[in-house]
């Protein structure tokens, strides 16, 4: 087969992108969604262009997505603390943005190998050994896309990360609430945020209070169960002597 050398150039001339096997299989354990890891790689490859302010013009036009779009993606990173936003200001005055993914690296180095020895294991119930915030935040972002069934948006991660760096609700209780919402079919946030302003109320140290309050729940709605005054809907009204339901 003849090879045209023209375009024999052009794909030797585009270079190589090189991508780390583990963040291959890592990527969501640092907080990163399968979207997040597209807009990434063809970022990467700008930057391994040598381009460190990347146009999300161009990367949208590859991706078939409108640059507003890959901004998003690329701020939901920042907010989930994957990637810095670094402004650099220019002689005549133009402002641009480079893309700093040192953060999403040391997220990676966090994470020790799952094949660690088995007296590790033991220790961390075997959950790799990763920075404790940095794996509760990426759990809980996972966790929450998976029940939704959908990437989270930017509001959603906004209000996520309040959770944390606001209201200081612990992973614990979010993930039971999130269970809450799951078993109601309430899917929402809102929902979310509702159960765990409620549990904090109450003063909730434990997801044992969070049991022990099913519990009652469920005590109460037998208690009213039994209570219920068996009827009969099959009799004549008029003819019938009430005196023996008293």
Known sequence: MKIDQDKLLTFL??????????LLLHYREIGMNNEELLVYIQTKMGIDKGNFEPSTELISQTM???????FSYLDAMRKKGLVNFKSRHASDGKVTTELDFNPLY???????STEGHADERVNNQGIPNIDKQQTQQADI???IEQEFGRPLSQIEIETIKQWFDVDHFDPKFIKAAVQEAVLNSALNLRYIETILVSWQKKNYHSLNDIKNER????????????????IPTDVDILNTDWDKFK
Request: overall charge positive.
């Open 64 to 70: 078939g997505w409108s640059a507003k779009k890959v």
């Open 141 to 143: 972002y996972n966790l």
């Open 13 to 22: 001339n585009n270079g190589h992108t090189t991508l780390d096997n583990f």
């Open 215 to 230: 519990q009652k729940y469920r005590q109460y709605k037998q208690l009213q169960a039994d209570e219920v005054v068996d």
């Open 106 to 112: 040391l997220a990676l180095l966090n994470i020790k």
